[in-house]
């Protein structure tokens, strides 16, 4: 600190640190097979538009990342799970992420939809570092 005299130590609750965290990264790791990430819906035949609701509003802009191949995540749509051929974020308002996904099948458009991952090791993170 500036000049000869130190300001008392800030102490933070465990929450509030945590919180101050996740504005630079929140990480969803998938523990199972076919967890779920994301719900959204069909906006086309081939791509679905699910909604990421992070605990506290990202500092900016997040990118998605992830681990494995595209193929580690597929979309519960009309009772089937389908196979992603590819997975993007395409905005960010407040505190809720969109993310894209491509698939391959052709299904009904507008139908509601289930992201999961399909591999029990692999995780997303939305990293909003410096």
Avoid: K, W
């Amino acid at each position: 600190e500036v000049g000869e005299q130190a300001t008392p130590f800030e102490h933070r609750s465990l929450g509030e640190e945590l919180a101050l965290c996740q504005r630079y990264l929140y990480y969803q790791q998938a523990g199972d097979a076919y967890q779920r990430f994301a719900v959204g819906f069909m906006s086309t035949a081939t791509v679905c538009e699910g909604y990421v609701e992070t605990p506290v509003t990202m500092r900016a802009d997040p990118t998605l990342v992830t681990t494995g191949t595209v193929a580690n995540y597929a979309v519960y749509v009309n009772n089937t799970i389908v196979q992603c051929s590819e997975l993007t974020r395409q905005r960010t308002s407040g505190n809720v992420i969109q993310i894209n996904a491509t698939i391959a099948s052709n299904t009904t458009a507008r139908g509601a939809v289930i992201m999961a991952n399909n591999n029990d090791a692999v995780f997303l993170s939305y990293d909003a570092e410096l």
